[in-house]
């Protein structure tokens, strides 16, 4: 069953999950737990305090949590590695470009998905930026890799993930998606890119600590979207897809990532698949993230959007903003104060929780808000008070 379709749970019902005081729009920051998520956490917790169970009992989170992750975003566990962090899982992408490859990034991305990629200047690798809107265009015969998150962390800008995956096949160029700031709002595909790194302590409602990466595996390569021959088309510097996943490698390889019963000295055997790129896992923390994912998919991320998107548009109807496809809404901090002298101030004393980020005011609307977290926030930011 497609649960997308049929969903287990209504948003009301969802929000029943979730303790999230009002009223709470930070979900850029951090995305409070739902309280089955929350308890399974305190409970490893104290299982850890009396040492009451073996490890072994907190690991299965992480597999648990790599297959619904997989579920989420439409890949087999197989090629779905876990990590800590968003830059902790693209360092082996960057490490595999070659010598003065040139990578292509929206200008105002957020850091942990350019530094990977900066930090290799000193053997030629260089970043390129352009804007969002046309980063498509961008792409040309000398990019080797396109670095873009599905929603902008300082602006909550939408990519349009075909027309710059597209333009990406046409000239060779691999495609990292940064899903952070829209998995569990944004419905995401993993067959559109290369690899997909989300981290799950913001719309997942994870604890810190727990992150994805999806990777084209060796089986998984024949199913790859074609890609245009660029050989009689660009120069001899230009990236070789083949060359570039034949260097891909596990670059923090523990025993975290070792095959079953692999745990001192050599020969290596490292585990099939993605699995080979996990770090050793923050076994409360993952502990935490299972629950979060599993009910995540009873509500369905098509519900989800459906909902975000609606408190978010009546955000900006009520700034007298048109209409927009993010569930995230940011005010021009300067602008904003312009308009709405007091805003700050009537911010914080109405207890709303947001973000400043990148000159901008950030507010996001998730499945735990409702219309009156909106209007708070509306009267706040406006001094209007509506019924
Ligand atoms: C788009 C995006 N990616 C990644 C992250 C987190 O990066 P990391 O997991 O490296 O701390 C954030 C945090 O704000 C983000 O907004």
Not at 28 to 40: H, L
Not at 210 to 235: H, I, K, N, Q, Y
Request: aromatic share 8%; glycine share 8%.
């Amino acid at each position: 069953m497609d649960i997308n379709d049929d969903p287990a749970l209504n948003i009301a019902q969802a929000r029943a999950e979730w303790d999230v005081q009002r009223t709470f729009l930070d979900s850029c920051s951090y995305g409070p737990p739902p309280r089955r998520g929350w308890e399974a956490m305190q409970r490893s917790l104290d299982e850890w305090r009396a040492g009451s169970v073996p490890w072994q009992t907190w690991a299965e989170s992480v597999d648990a949590s790599r297959e619904l992750f997989g579920r989420l975003v439409g890949a087999p566990a197989g090629q779905v590695a876990t990590g800590a962090a968003v830059s902790q899982l693209l360092a082996p992408i960057a490490a595999a470009l070659p010598d003065g490859a040139e990578v292509l990034i929206p200008d105002f991305e957020f850091t942990s998905g350019v530094y990977p990629f900066a930090v290799h200047a000193d053997r030629g690798v260089r970043v390129r930026t352009a804007p969002l809107a046309t980063l498509a265009e961008a792409v040309d015969e000398s990019t080797a890799l396109v670095s873009f998150s599905a929603a902008q962390s300082a602006t909550g800008e939408v990519a349009d993930i075909p027309a710059i995956t597209r333009r990406a096949r046409e000239v060779g160029a691999i495609t990292v998606l940064d899903g952070t700031q829209a998995a569990g709002w944004l419905p995401l595909d993993a067959k559109q890119v290369d690899f997909l790194a989300v981290a799950a302590y913001k719309w997942l409602c994870a604890p810190r600590g727990t992150a994805f990466l999806t990777l084209p595996t060796r089986d998984s390569a024949a199913d790859a979207p074609e890609t245009a021959d660029t050989s009689d088309t660009v120069g001899t510097d230009h990236l070789c897809r083949d060359d570039f996943f034949g260097r891909l490698k596990p670059l923090a390889a523990g025993w975290f990532a070792a095959g079953a019963g692999a745990s001192y000295g050599m020969p290596m055997h490292l585990a099939d698949g993605a699995r080979a790129f996990d770090i050793s896992p923050a076994w409360h923390s993952w502990v935490g993230a299972a629950p979060a994912l599993e009910l995540l998919l009873e509500i369905g991320i098509d519900q989800i959007h459906t909902h975000d998107l609606a408190l978010a548009n009546r955000f900006r109807a009520g700034l007298g903003l048109g209409e927009s496809d993010s569930a995230i809404v940011t005010i021009d901090l300067d602008a904003g104060q312009r308009s709405w002298p007091g805003a700050l101030d009537r911010l914080d004393a109405a207890g709303v929780r947001y973000s400043q980020a990148g000159g901008n005011m950030r507010f996001g609307f998730h499945l735990y808000n409702d219309e009156a977290d909106v209007d708070t926030a509306l009267n706040a930011v406006t001094g209007t008070v509506t019924s």
